[in-house]
């Protein structure tokens, strides 16, 4: 696997559909990882990438396929995940 640069939060946001834009500032901030629940909303997106990249958001959400984030943006159950966890977060 070759060396990938990250890409900037402002750069990420822009990669992601409006409704999944919130995952950014919980991907660049650890308070995330505290609890299974909440790292759950990031390997939910894909568990091979989220295990591949070390459990690593930035570069999950920098590498997941824009169909699957599309998938995810429409999904009633996934988006009150992100935004119970983002509510809780801010």
Same mark, same amino acid.
Do not use: C, G
């Given at each position: 696997?070759?060396? #990938?640069?990250?890409?900037? $939060?402002?750069?990420?946001?822009?990669?992601? $559909?409006?409704?999944? *834009?919130?995952?950014?500032?919980?991907?660049?901030? %650890?308070?995330?990882?505290?609890? $299974?629940?909440?790292?759950?909303?990031?390997?939910?997106?894909?568990?091979?990438?989220?295990?591949? %990249?070390?459990?690593?958001?930035? *570069?999950?959400?920098?590498?997941?396929?824009?169909?699957?984030?599309?998938?995810?943006?429409?999904? $009633?159950?996934?988006? #009150?995940?992100?935004?119970?966890?983002?509510?809780? %977060?801010?």
């Amino acid at each position: 696997m070759t060396r #990938q640069t990250l890409l900037s $939060p402002e750069r990420l946001e822009a990669k992601l $559909p409006h409704a999944l *834009k919130s995952l950014v500032k919980l991907a660049y901030n %650890f308070w995330w990882s505290w609890s $299974p629940e909440r790292l759950s909303i990031f390997r939910t997106i894909d568990a091979e990438r989220w295990e591949q %990249f070390h459990q690593n958001p930035v *570069k999950l959400l920098q590498t997941v396929s824009y169909e699957r984030l599309v998938q995810l943006a429409v999904d $009633p159950q996934y988006l #009150q995940r992100v935004k119970t966890l983002t509510t809780q %977060f801010e």
